[in-house]
């Protein structure tokens, strides 16, 4: 087949609904310039050197190509147009602009970060799609700190009762000591002492190794998919603890409840792989798709090598400039579309095959995983 008869093909790629099944709040507030090229690094986790700018990044590139028509400009225009372009606009309508542009029904939204950003019915509000809460572990451990009684009673019926309105759980172990080590549940006298020490430390900044491994097990009974980021994030992440084949003990102990391994740059093989081993296990590549911007489709390739396409979710990781939560779906749509192509061209893939698992991809397994209301899309 020619690249010519893959018009089928593409034009699925470019409407077809996703799924946004990781991701965090927009801006509502206005703020200085170097805010906003501050949220186009992730890695850092202080204020960009005088020398540096957002802007010459991969991601930057990709924000001034395909952000820049939906604000009115040409693509690729230099960073000082961007900017007051931008500024002409507040964070909530430039949030009316982006939202709705990636063409998702619904968000699935990490609440887990302290930060002035659109909450879930506000996201919804803004996108005029549907969005639904991920309950972050951590958070929930520090409200039960904070309440009286059994830190173990008090944890259960927080996230029991958060739980019934929210879709899924969210750890971000990897930033609190990494994958390596026991990951064994602890018993219930190990949870009382630990939590006691935490508790007279202020119950705070959870990093209790005992403390975090209940909170990974409580997240199993509730059977609610279960995320946990991997690889990639700011610097706060030991990188090298952060590889996912660090899990296979807890992963042998997880059940049937789904295992959702975000990011995963730069072990996507690895994740690749759990996902084969695992029937619970999947793997997604948002942020790692955004800030890779024209090396997405690489990264891409990579995460179909392995993982069954059953088990691959879309996901944008969008956090702060509604530019990103946008982003997030062009590049996968772009890089979904020059993966697929090429198998298709190559007569290794027929179009149809093709065009089947973008839909796993985009919406389709994420709506299963997470029982959403087929419906709605």
Known sequence: MSLSDC?????HISEVTLIDQHVHGCWLTAGERRRFENALNEANTQPLADFDSGFDSQLGFALRNHCAPILGLPRHVDPQAYWERRQQLS????ARLFLPAAGVSDWLVDTGIAAEVAGVAELAQLSGGRATEVIRLEQVAEQAARASGDYAAAFEAILRLRMATAVGTKSILAYRGGFDGDLTEPTAAQVAEA???WRDRGGVGLRDRVLLRFGLYQA???????????GFGDRDCDLHKAN???????LRQSRDTPIVLLHCYPFEREAGYLAQAFNNVYVDGGLSVGHLGARAPAFIARLLELAPFRKILYSSDGFGPPEL???GAVLWRNGMHRVLRDFVVDDDWSESDAIRVVDLIAHNNAARIYRLDAGAR
């Open 7 to 11: 018009r089928a093909l593409a034009e």
């Open 91 to 94: 964070e909530a309508e430039l």
């Open 195 to 197: 939590a006691t020490r």
């Open 220 to 230: 199993l009974r509730v059977g609610k998919p279960l995320q946990l980021h991997v």
């Open 244 to 250: 996912p084949l660090h899990l296979l003990d807890f």
């Open 325 to 327: 939560h946008y982003l």
